[in-house]
């Protein structure tokens, strides 16, 4: 009799030690009671009927999904290649195990087709300069057909957009284009400008000769910080006149001779 009571003790604590579970802080155990969702246990130490319940374990960090490169042709009819990455992680493990047979192929599907989906609906120059946009919509559909599994979509990022080699040598052509056309446009606005200054200032010099004057010791500081060799004859102006008014009055008498002959 003590030998079938040691033997029993003995099985029925076998039985204990075998339903004892240890789950890490990140990590959840989804049990199941002769085949039927029972409970969701964890973290920490927790018990089990053993042969009775079943444990599946998940884990709830935060995952990565490195989505391979993906030929896509774009909204303008542009063959290009995009790879992402893709960040998820499980709100409901219960969800993420009865409601599909592997999650993680399940993402991985889902945000490859979205992302050349998405892919096509742009047109290159969107791509490029808009991935924030891009990223923004891949993250929004995936979440979506994710939500029903328990899935909760974190962040998309497009790694890379791999270009023809003749769109990139046309997309340069351009990018020259566009800078010429600006540099033109630049100096054309301050040729316009000096112009309009120039004028201001031949006009007030008419008004007022005497500020050529002023101008001639800047104009010789100016020739004089260059290293040349230049010699300059300098006539004041009132000179210039004076045989500005000989020159008229000459030519007026001999005008008026030839009238008289």
């Known amino acids: 009799m003590e030998i079938f009571i040691a033997y029993f003790a003995a099985l029925i604590t076998l039985f204990g030690i075998a339903g004892i579970k240890i789950d890490r802080e990140y990590k959840r155990g989804v049990i199941f009671r002769l085949g039927r969702f029972k409970t969701i246990k964890g973290p920490g130490l927790y018990w089990i009927i053993p042969f009775i319940e079943q444990k599946a374990l998940v884990d709830i960090r935060t995952k990565t999904v490195d989505i391979a490169p993906q030929e896509a042709v774009t909204a303008d009819s542009v063959t290009i290649k995009v790879n992402a990455v893709l960040f998820y992680r499980i709100l409901n493990p219960d969800k993420a195990i009865n409601r599909v047979e592997d999650y993680q192929m399940a993402v991985y599907q889902a945000s490859m087709t979205t992302l050349r989906n998405v892919v096509g609906q742009n047109l290159l120059d969107d791509i490029l300069q808009q991935r924030d946009k891009i990223n923004f919509k891949v993250q929004e559909i995936v979440d979506e057909l994710t939500e029903p599994w328990g899935i909760e979509i974190e962040r998309v990022e497009i790694k890379d957009v791999e270009i023809p080699s003749s769109m990139q040598r046309a997309m340069a052509k351009e990018a020259e284009a566009l800078r010429e056309k600006r ?18 200032a031949s006009q007030k010099i008419m008004d007022n000769p005497a500020a050529l004057e002023l101008r001639r010791p800047q104009m010789l500081t100016e020739i004089g910080a260059e290293n040349n060799t230049t010699t300059l004859v300098m006539m004041p102006s009132d000179l210039i006149t004076l045989t500005k008014q000989w020159s008229e009055a000459i030519g007026k008498k001999n005008i008026d001779r030839e009238t008289k002959d």
């Open 183 to 200: 540099a033109r446009l630049i100096k054309a606005s301050a040729e316009q400008e000096a112009s309009m200054k120039l004028s201001e």
